[in-house]
Each structure stands twice: as structure tokens, then as C-alpha cells.
């Protein structure tokens, strides 16, 4: 290939042109721009398939607003590369020319605005360069690359609807399945866990049900807010008095809901919580905890049985150890020795297990920096995913994405 950029090496035969990283950028200026709620990403769905058709590539919409694309290019390895496009209910606040003044539309009708807080604009971005580059180099490659652009990895509902929407019926069955996620550390470096990289999540909503009354008349009540209160506290018992100490979890009471006025006792309370857990056995256990308790004590206080309802359910993220320490050789040669790390699992989630699981094929996820040195070293907080300032620098960002997606798709179908 011609016109190669001299900060992007040569990596199995690929490398990002001048023009390509041109396309870059305003593929990911659009994107950020113009964000979704998730399962609502309508317009960027649309926007990947006209991308996709003009590269030639064929593509199927799979999940509702998912999209896969399958690159073949003949005999040879199957490969599954993910990227997610949703995003968030934030106000942007990072000042950008190309900030996000979209709005979107919450489940309960509430209209809200939307930012790419997470990162996700730059997932999609990079996945749809390198499938340019692969589309334009046919000849330093061989076999099939399945492009999976997955809706709704915030709620958890995008790689499970993909699952059941026939996406590995209807798609080649990759050997493996890759995807990355960018951070706010270092922009240039890649890091990655060698089994455990992200916890499962479960997150429940408590109803708490008690007796009306008026303030003055406590004695006439069964009050939800106290009995709630106790559940809260007990319950951040389970892990500093239920766990053995060398297992992970955490337990968040994230929201507590309770009555209209300061003197009237509600008739009920609700609460959400978040659990996070590495090991399927602590989960069971973390789990049946919270449902003792929370009956417990509502036994303790006379009080109704609550209702414990599940929203959302986050699959383990793993990667095969084996595959993920020949990756980590993989990337050092792509972005450098000392630009790669092997780092301890996240307490964060992700669906993306989903994906290689339903078909009992390995999988391996990595990060990637999206801040500049003056951002990471400087005195002030550093802008985490999922703030209304999280603004990832565009280079060395965007490249290094790219370099560390072509190294793990090249290791499997380079020539």
C-alpha cells in the first residue's frame, strides 16, 4: 500500500493510510455527534450498512438495531471482531466542535439528552476502518471476518438479542471472537487480563411494602423507609461478613425511593441494587443473600413479602488464558514492548461474553488509552467513561485501536 503513515507501522501486512486516518476522524466525528439510547440506534445502523455497502461488504441487520457484516475472502480461518453503539443519557460537557446535542427517549417516555460517554463512537469508528483496510487489501490476508456492530451493551439487552435473532445461524461461526473497549489511561497503550477481565452484574429492583399512615401516628403503620433503611445496612454485610476475604464482590445500593411528603409514612419504598462478582459460586451465593435478607427483615418489621425484580443481567467476560497471553505478544509487536500491559479483572461489565459463549468459542477483550499525558499526569480528575466529560484525545487514540484490532484479526488470517 502507498502514502503509509509514519507513526502507524506496518503491522501483517496492513497499515492505516493518510486517507484512511482521514476517514477515521470523520467517521468518528459523526458518530460522537450523533449518539443513541440503546436499542434505539436507528440512524447508526443505517449509517454502518452505507458504510459496509460501500466497501462491498455484505451485511444482514441482526438484533433489531445490530448490525453484521461478513468479509470473505477465501479459505481460511473465521474471525469475529465486536464493536458496540450505543449511548448514554448525559448532557455532553466536553466543549468539543462535534459534541453530541441529540436527544433520546428514556423507556419511561422521559426525553433526555445523549452523549457517546463510554467510548462506544470510537469502538465503531475503528471496527469500520479495519474493515476498510481488509476490504482494500484483499492480499495480505485470507478466510472470513465476521464485523459484529452490536446495539445495547448498556442495558445488556444487545449481544443476547443478537444470540436469539439467529446471528450465528445466519453468520460464519468464528474461531474466536475479539472486541476492545477504550479507557481513560494513557492514549498509545493497550492493556489486557489473562482470564477474568470484566465481573458479571446483576441488578435488581426492591419493592418494600409497609403500612400508610400519618407522620404524627407511627404506632398505625408499617413504615417501608425504616424497614428499607435496615435492608440497605444489613446487606452490605454480605461481603464483609459472608464472603471468605480472598473472594471479589460488591454489593451497591445505587438508588431508594420512598414517599411524597415528610409527614405521611409511605405505603411502600423501592431500591435498586448492582452486584458484581468474578466467580460463578460467589454470585450464587451473593445472590441468595440478598434475597434472605431482604425477606428477613421484612419478616422482622410484620411487613408483606417485597418483590425483588430483575433488570438486568451481565455475563461473565473472559478470556482464554492461553489466547489472550499470545495476544498480549501480538500487540506488543503492533504498538510497542512497553506499550502493553497484563492487568488484574475490572469490577466493570460487559455483554460481549455473550457473543462467543452461545457458540463455546474463545474470546478475548482488551483496553485501550484515550487520554493524552497532560490529561493523565495533570493535577485535575481524569474524565472516567460514562462522565459528561469523557472525551478521548483523537490520536494516538483512534490508531491504536486500529493497530491492536488488525494485530489480533492478522494473527489469525494473515497470510
Known sequence: MTNTLDAVEQTGGLALTQQQQSELHELYRHLHAHPELSMQEHRTAEFIEQQLDGLGIENFRCG??????????????????????????????????????????????????????????????????????????????????????????????????????????????????YGQHVMPGLAGTVSLSVGSAMAMADSLKVTVHGRQSHGSQPQDSIDPVVLGAHMVVRLQTIVS?????????????????GGLKE?????????????????DGVRAQVLAA??????????ASGAPEPEIEELYTFPACYNEPA????????????????????????????????????IDVP???????????????????????HSPFFAPVMEPTLSTGVKAAVAALQSRLGR
Open 64 to 177: 433489531g438495531t445490530g448490525v453484521i457484516g461478513v468479509l470473505r475472502n477465501g479459505n481460511g480461518p473465521v474471525v469475529g471482531f465486536r464493536a458496540d453503539t450505543d449511548g448514554l443519557p448525559i448532557k455532553e460537557d466536553t466543549g468539543l466542535e462535534y459534541a453530541s446535542t441529540d436527544t433520546g427517549i428514556l423507556p419511561d417516555g422521559a426525553e433526555v439528552p445523549v452523549m457517546h460517554g463510554c467510548g462506544h463512537d470510537t469502538h465503531t469508528a475503528v471496527l469500520l476502518t479495519v474493515a476498510r483496510m481488509f476490504a482494500e487489501s484483499r492480499e495480505a490476508w485470507a478466510g472470513t471476518l465476521v464485523l459484529i456492530f452490536q446495539p445495547g451493551e448498556e442495558t445488556a439487552a444487545g449481544a443476547a438479542a443478537m444470540v436469539a435473532d439467529g446471528l450465528w445461524e445466519r453468520a460464519p461461526k468464528p474461531e474466536i471472537v
Open 241 to 257: 461478613r459472608e464472603l471468605d476475604p480472598r473472594q471479589a464482590a460488591v454489593v451497591t445500593v445505587g438508588t431508594f425511593h
Open 263 to 279: 409527614n405521611i409514612i409511605p405505603a411502600y419504598a423501592e431500591f435498586t441494587l448492582n452486584i458484581r462478582t468474578f466467580d
Open 290 to 299: 440478598v434475597r434472605r435478607i431482604i425477606s428477613a427483615e421484612a419478616a
Open 323 to 358: 489466547e489472550a497471553e499470545g495476544l498480549a505478544e501480538v500487540l506488543r509487536g503492533a504498538v510497542g514492548q512497553d506499550a502493553v500491559s497484563v492487568v488484574p479483572a475490572l469490577m466493570g461489565s460487559e455483554d460481549f461474553g455473550h457473543l462467543a459463549a452461545a
Open 363 to 385: 474470546a478475548v477483550y482488551w483496553f485501550f488509552g484515550g487520554h493524552s499525558a497532560e490529561v493523565v499526569n495533570g493535577e485535575g480528575p481524569v474524565p472516567m467513561n
